[in-house]
């Protein structure tokens, strides 16, 4: 694991040298402790550490925005960890970090928001009210030296690490060892954001297999594939998508109890990992009831016509998860229906575009045939900008 700290300058009691001399300590292949800060008068040099350099004029965001980037595909981190509260060229690496990257995002703040910093002074006021609120509310983690921080903290993870360099309550190993914790719990949490173009078509492989096998199979399928990296991360992102227990007997043994012992946080609260057994608004209910019995629809019809008002009604209230997609891609797959009948419901329901544009989706995520789809796919600007929220949905588990 890489993680990128970045500080805007020592200081002799928050923030000294041995602070990042713990932290590197013991670090071997598996961890590499990187240190990114304004170019100081002294080169800096910390054993363990490699550090970078931003511009010495911190004003000059264009110049340091090219370096950030520089730095970033260079090295890049799967942690972004800023020690940091109150400078303006903290806020730009976060909007660079959230537009190009999206790495996890630990706020380590150093006592900077105890409540003499951020009530007493008309300065800190402002600097909240402009930009420090906002990067509050976009850290993934929190990480707090002293109890006291968390009562102005709206971040639901908060965690308290003391500073083992001058405090007698933490030792070095401790925080190291908390330290990891975060970082691993961070990366486990955001599988998708891991994953490679292979690790992703094979999930959507298992997924397609998983719902044909349900549909015609009676016995678990016996997988001896090692649980390997790729497997861990596409078993963290099922379960956040509501689609473990379907994959599962396509995973290597011991899935559902890595599943269920590994770290992580809980970002997307709002997602949807119920079935869609019924619809979500009444209007809608008896509308496909009025023009399913004129058009004479089957029960079959009437169910497919159902799921696809239920999926986009999730992906317009941003909870859509993989399980909803995958009920619809089954429906499809294996319903014999009209497909004549289902389009002229959809037109008169006036959503036959926005199903097209779904359609789409099943068909770049899933690879599902024109054959299956009620209607020719439509891939435009919208739907571009749908696949685009559906993927960072899944980033952010």
Same mark, same amino acid.
Not at 16 to 29: D, H, N, Q, S, T
């Given at each position: 694991?890489?993680?990128?700290?970045?500080?805007?300058?020592?200081?002799?009691?928050?923030?000294?040298?041995?602070?990042?001399?713990?932290?590197?300590?013991?670090?071997?292949?598996? +961890?590499?402790?990187? #240190?990114?800060?304004?170019?100081?008068?002294?080169?800096?040099?910390?054993?363990? /550490?490699? /550090?970078? @350099?931003?511009?010495?004029?911190?004003?000059?965001?264009?110049?340091?925005?090219?370096?950030?980037?520089?730095?970033?595909?260079?090295?890049?981190?799967?942690?972004? $960890?800023?020690?940091?509260?109150?400078?303006?060229? !903290?806020?730009?690496?976060?909007?660079?970090?959230?537009?190009?990257?999206?790495?996890?995002?630990?706020?380590?703040?150093?006592?900077?928001?105890?409540?003499?910093?951020?009530?007493?002074?008309?300065?800190?006021?402002?600097?909240? &009210?402009?930009?420090? $609120?906002?990067?509050?509310?976009?850290?993934?983690?929190?990480?707090?030296?002293?109890?006291?921080?968390?009562?102005?903290?709206?971040?639901?993870?908060?965690?308290?690490?003391?500073?083992?360099?001058?405090?007698?309550?933490?030792?070095?190993?401790? !925080?190291?060892?908390? @330290?990891?914790?975060?970082?691993?719990?961070?990366?486990?949490? &955001?599988?998708?954001?891991? =994953?490679?173009?292979?690790?992703?078509?094979?999930?959507?492989?298992?997924?397609?297999?998983?719902?044909?096998?349900?549909?015609?199979?009676?016995?678990?399928?016996?997988?001896?594939? %090692?649980?390997?990296?790729?497997?861990?991360?596409?078993?963290?992102?099922?379960? @956040?998508?509501?689609?473990?227990?379907?994959?599962?007997?396509?995973?290597?043994?011991?899935?559902?109890?890595?599943?269920?012992?590994?770290?992580? @946080?809980? +970002?997307?609260?709002?997602?949807?990992?119920?079935?869609?057994?019924?619809?979500?608004? #009444?209007?809608?209910?008896?509308?496909?009831?009025?023009?399913?019995?004129?058009?004479?629809?089957?029960?079959?019809?009437?169910?497919?016509?159902?799921?696809?008002? $239920?999926?986009?009604?999730?992906?317009?209230?941003?909870?859509?998860?993989?399980?909803?997609?995958?009920?619809?891609?089954?429906?499809?797959?294996?319903?014999?229906?009209?497909?004549?009948? /289902?389009?002229?419901?959809?037109?008169?329901?006036?959503?036959?575009?926005?199903?097209?544009?779904?359609?789409? #989706?099943?068909?770049?995520?899933?690879?599902?045939? %024109?054959?299956? =789809?009620?209607?020719?796919?439509?891939?435009?600007?919208?739907?571009?900008?749908?696949?685009?929220?559906? #993927?960072?949905?899944?980033?952010?588990?």
């Amino acid at each position: 694991m890489k993680v990128l700290h970045y500080i805007d300058e020592f200081h002799p009691i928050r923030l000294p040298k041995e602070y990042f001399e713990i932290l590197a300590r013991e670090a071997g292949e598996d +961890y590499e402790v990187h #240190l990114l800060m304004p170019k100081p008068d002294e080169e800096v040099k910390i054993e363990g /550490v490699h /550090v970078h @350099y931003l511009s010495y004029f911190t004003w000059m965001l264009w110049r340091n925005k090219r370096r950030f980037r520089r730095v970033m595909d260079e090295v890049n981190p799967d942690i972004l $960890n800023i020690h940091s509260c109150w400078s303006r060229l !903290m806020m730009s690496i976060v909007e660079w970090n959230e537009k190009y990257y999206k790495r996890p995002l630990v706020l380590s703040t150093h006592k900077l928001l105890m409540p003499w910093h951020s009530i007493a002074k008309l300065k800190r006021r402002l600097q909240m &009210k402009l930009y420090q $609120n906002r990067i509050i509310e976009q850290a993934d983690v929190i990480l707090v030296d002293t109890p006291q921080e968390t009562n102005i903290q709206t971040n639901k993870h908060i965690v308290t690490i003391p500073n083992a360099v001058y405090s007698a309550n933490c030792s070095e190993e401790d !925080m190291r060892r908390e @330290y990891s914790y975060i970082h691993a719990a961070l990366s486990n949490s &955001k599988p998708y954001l891991f =994953m490679s173009d292979e690790e992703r078509r094979k999930e959507a492989m298992l997924l397609r297999e998983a719902v044909m096998y349900k549909q015609h199979m009676g016995e678990r399928l016996k997988n001896e594939d %090692e649980l390997n990296d790729s497997y861990r991360k596409i078993i963290l992102h099922a379960q @956040y998508e509501g689609t473990l227990n379907m994959l599962l007997p396509f995973l290597p043994a011991g899935a559902k109890e890595y599943a269920d012992n590994t770290p992580h @946080y809980i +970002y997307n609260s709002k997602k949807n990992l119920d079935p869609l057994l019924s619809l979500k608004t #009444l209007s809608r209910k008896s509308l496909i009831a009025s023009v399913g019995k004129e058009e004479h629809a089957t029960e079959a019809e009437l169910k497919i016509v159902k799921l696809l008002v $239920n999926v986009r009604y999730e992906i317009v209230h941003n909870t859509i998860s993989q399980r909803h997609l995958a009920e619809l891609y089954r429906e499809l797959k294996l319903t014999d229906y009209d497909e004549d009948t /289902v389009n002229v419901m959809l037109l008169r329901m006036n959503i036959h575009q926005d199903t097209a544009r779904l359609m789409q #989706l099943l068909k770049d995520f899933y690879m599902l045939e %024109e054959g299956f =789809m009620p209607m020719e796919p439509l891939d435009d600007k919208v739907t571009q900008t749908i696949k685009d929220k559906l #993927l960072l949905w899944q980033v952010q588990a």
